[in-house]
């Protein structure tokens, strides 16, 4: 049974091996599919011809068959009631012996093999024995042709399958046969039923050699009709199937590849609307890398130009800002502002020359084995004073155990001031959450506000570089519009992920995700970006009347954070 059952399973699994390779083969090739398809359809139609042809060649043949059976067996049938006629027969013996004369000779006398049968009508006397070729007759006539037979005039017949004897006395195979049944008078006897058995064998042959020659026929007719799709869709498929190799090389870069184009038919149209559009393409592409760059450097070599007159504007903006005082108000709130928006311009020039590093490939990662709390830690005291001031709770949840990442301290620490901020922003004075999570293979940080929130669109383009999401709301920390951006390549180059999460009145969350060694690509994160659905937690009330040296004593259960 073991052996069965293991014979079993590889013949099932082999079974499932080849349907599930024939499945690809017809959803992946179109020449597969139009081959099969006309196969098919040539099959059904071969098969509907075939069996038309053969019903008519059958239906032919056997009523040409039966006819001339007909005509003979009443001719002999004629014959022998004449010579019944014409005995002299005086004695049941004479009788006999002509009845058995008359069967030989009906036997030898038809155009093709033939078997005869004579015996007593029902309700005769047991004169005389009956009379046949062949002592397998009676089996064959069914009563209802005897009784057929028996009761009408003329003749009757009936379809029949015979087993005939060959040379040497060896039965042959079952063929169709015909036999007829008619009676006649013999003197002395009285009525008598003759009955004639005609083979169909020399009929069946015919008809058997014109099937398989149909089939033979029809075979080569598949293969031709095969050979000839394939062929067909090979012409039409080919330079499909190369133009998409091609279109897959330009997509890969390789802008230069081009179709094989020859002869002047509608393929080689295609081929040469194909390389036109490749071209236009390459040379669009072309000049949309050349405008690249040159924005790049455009953007590098201003960044670049601006700082010296940057430095002397500034000298003379500290000497301004340093004597603000015997100003009068207005010129003193004026001097003011220009010192602000000089450091403003620039953070905004730091930025633009990091952007520009970016995308010119000049961007170095400089890693290290560093535990990742103290980067969080680092960035929450940082923004600490931003939260008092907009009177934002900050909550920052730490693991117990080391979280050690190959990292560049520098940028993640970039990156989570910017997250801190750009929350602290959006929290209309709710609670800020920051979580750090590690497992096997990565470590990620959360931040996680409960304010304005935000829509999926504008989560999606959050990253982009000078994108607002209202453009009407003051820029209250005096950002530069690139600090998300910056952020999205800091993490790209650490080989991870920088994702955004918003709902319009339920707050944003922010989800960076590291590998924590290099090499690692990341499948998950240790965080989820989406929170649970739950209320935001309404920050303690003294936190905005009391100063932070002031603050009560946490609970108990909140001896795991670390509160900014």
Not at 120 to 138: D, H, K
Not at 405 to 423: H, K, Y
Request: hydrophobic share 45%; with cysteine.
């Amino acid at each position: 049974m073991g052996h069965v059952r293991r014979a079993w399973r590889l013949t099932r699994s082999r079974a499932i091996s080849t349907g599930r390779a024939l499945s690809l083969a017809w959803r992946s090739s179109l020449q597969v599919r139009v081959v099969t398809t006309t196969l098919a359809i040539g099959l059904v139609a071969l098969a509907l011809v075939g069996s038309t042809l053969t019903q008519q060649m059958r239906d032919g043949l056997f009523t040409e068959r039966v006819d001339l059976v007909l005509d003979e067996s009443a001719r002999a049938t004629l014959q022998a009631q004449e010579t019944f006629d014409a005995s002299m027969a005086t004695s049941i013996t004479e009788v006999q012996q002509q009845l058995n004369d008359v069967v030989r000779a009906l036997r030898s006398g038809g155009s093709g093999d033939r078997e005869v049968l004579l015996t007593r009508a029902p309700g005769q006397a047991t004169l005389v024995n009956s009379a046949m070729s062949n002592p397998g007759l009676f089996e064959l006539v069914s009563d209802d042709l005897r009784r057929a037979t028996a009761e009408g005039s003329g003749q009757r017949w009936q379809s029949v399958e015979w087993v005939g004897s060959g040379a040497y006395g060896v039965d042959q195979r079952p063929a169709p046969a015909v036999m007829v049944g008619q009676t006649v008078s013999v003197p002395i006897a009285g009525t008598f039923e003759l009955y004639f058995l005609y083979s169909l064998q020399a009929e069946q042959e015919r008809l058997d050699f014109l099937q398989r020659t149909l089939a033979i026929g029809a075979a080569a007719l598949v293969v031709l009709l095969g050979t000839m799709t394939w062929m067909v869709t090979r012409q039409v498929v080919r330079p499909v199937r190369a133009a998409a190799k091609i279109a897959e090389r330009i997509a890969d870069g390789h802008l230069d590849d081009r179709m094989p184009v020859r002869g002047v038919d509608e393929l080689a149209t295609l081929g040469r609307s194909f390389n036109e559009m490749a071209h236009s393409l390459q040379e669009q592409i072309s000049r949309m890398e050349e405008l690249s760059t040159l924005q790049r450097r455009f953007v590098s070599d201003v960044s670049h130009e601006l700082r010296t007159p940057l430095t002397t504007i500034r000298m003379a903006g500290e000497v301004l800002h340093g004597a603000r005082d015997d100003f009068e108000p207005s010129i003193k709130r004026s001097a003011e502002l220009l010192q602000t928006q000089l450091d403003r311009f620039e953070d905004l020039l730091a930025d633009l020359l990091e952007i520009s590093r970016f995308d010119a490939g000049a961007a170095i990662l400089d890693a290290e084995d560093r535990d990742v709390r103290e980067v969080v830690g680092a960035a929450a005291d940082h923004a600490f004073p931003l939260a008092e001031h907009r009177g934002v709770w900050l909550s920052v949840h730490l693991p117990d155990t080391r979280c050690a990442a190959d990292i560049d301290p520098r940028r993640v620490e970039r990156i989570l001031r910017n997250l801190l901020d750009n929350a602290i922003e959006h929290a209309d004075g709710s609670i800020v959450d920051v979580t750090l999570a590690a497992d096997a293979t990565a470590i990620a940080v959360t931040v996680r506000d409960h304010g304005v929130g935000m829509t999926q669109e504008a989560a999606a383009r959050v990253f982009d570089r000078f994108w607002r999401a209202d453009p009407a709301r003051a820029r209250t920390t005096g950002g530069t519009g690139l600090g998300l951006a910056i952020s999205l390549e800091d993490a790209h180059l650490h080989g991870g992920w920088l994702e955004a999460w918003g709902k319009p009145g339920a707050g944003a969350c922010f989800r960076l995700t590291l590998p924590r060694r290099a090499g690692i690509r990341l499948q998950g994160s240790p965080l989820p970006l989406v929170p649970a659905e739950e209320p935001a937690p309404p920050a303690p009330a003294q936190y905005r009347f009391l100063d932070p040296a002031a603050l009560p004593e946490l609970d108990d259960e909140l001896d795991h954070q670390e509160v900014r």
